[in-house]
C-alpha cells in the first residue's frame, strides 16, 4: 500500500522535506497535492483527509502522511517515521536522537525564514508588512543564517564517521532537509547565501552530493520537483537580500 502524503498544491514548503525523503527511499507514494484534476481537486482532498471523522490522532495542518491506518503530522516526526522505515537515520538510538534535534532545528530555521517576509502574520499580505520585513530579513541576513550554516559547518567537521554526513557514515534524512535549506535559501537570499556558502565549506559540498544522488537528481529534474516561487516559504524579494 503507497503512503499518502497530503500538504498544499503549487508550493515546495514543509511538504518537500518529505518528498525528499520519499523520493531517496524509493518509496511509493502518492502526493496528494499533485493531483491530476488540478489545485482545487488538491484541496478538497487534503480538507477532506483533516476533517475525516472517526480519527483519533488528527493532524493540526499539513503536511501530514497515511500510512494505512497511521497519520503522522509534522514534519520532524514524519521524517522521523519515515528515517526508521527505510534506513534514513542511524540504528544507533543516540544517533538517531540527534538527528531528529537536527531536523527540529532546521525546523526552527524554516520558521524564521517564513518570518523574514511576513513577520507580522501570514494573514497579511508581504506589502502589507514591507517596512517591518525589511527590519527582520537584514537581521535574519546578517546573523541568523551565518549563525545557522556555521552550526551545520561544525556538525560536519565533528562527526567521526563521515564529512559529509550529518551523523554517522550514510545519507540520512537530516543531510537531505539541509540540502532543501541551502536550496531554499540560495534561492531567497542568493547574494547573502552565496558569501556564507564561502564560509562553510563541508555545508557546501554535502549540498551538492545530495544534488547528485541517482533518485534525487532524477526527482530535481522531473516535473514533480515544483521551482520556488513567491507563495511558498522562501520566496525571492530582492530587497530583503540587500
Known sequence: MPYELYYWPG???????V???LEEAGADYIDAARSPKGEDEAVSALMAAMEREGVIHPPFAPPFLKDGDVIIGQTAAILLYLGDRHALAPKDPVKRLWV????????????????????????????????????????????????????FESILA????????????????ADLSLFQIVEGLLYAFPRRTKAVLAEVPRVAVLHQKIAGRPRIHAYLHSGRRLPFNEQGIFRHYPELDG
Open 158 to 173: 565533528r562527526n567521526p564517521e563521515s564529512d559529509v554526513h550529518l551523523a554517522g557514515k550514510s545519507v540520512s534524512y
Open 19 to 21: 518528498r525528499l525523503a
Open 11 to 17: 508550493i515546495q514548503g514543509r511538504g518537500e522535506f
Open 100 to 151: 531528529h534535534q537536527i531536523q527540529l532545528t532546521i525546523a526552527d530555521l524554516v520558521a524564521e525564514v517564513h518570518d523574514t517576509h511576513h513577520p507580522l502574520g501570514a494573514e497579511l499580505y508581504y506589502e502589507e508588512q514591507k517596512p517591518e520585513a525589511l527590519r527582520r530579513a537584514k537581521h535574519f541576513r546578517e546573523e541568523r543564517i551565518p549563525k545557522f550554516l556555521r552550526w
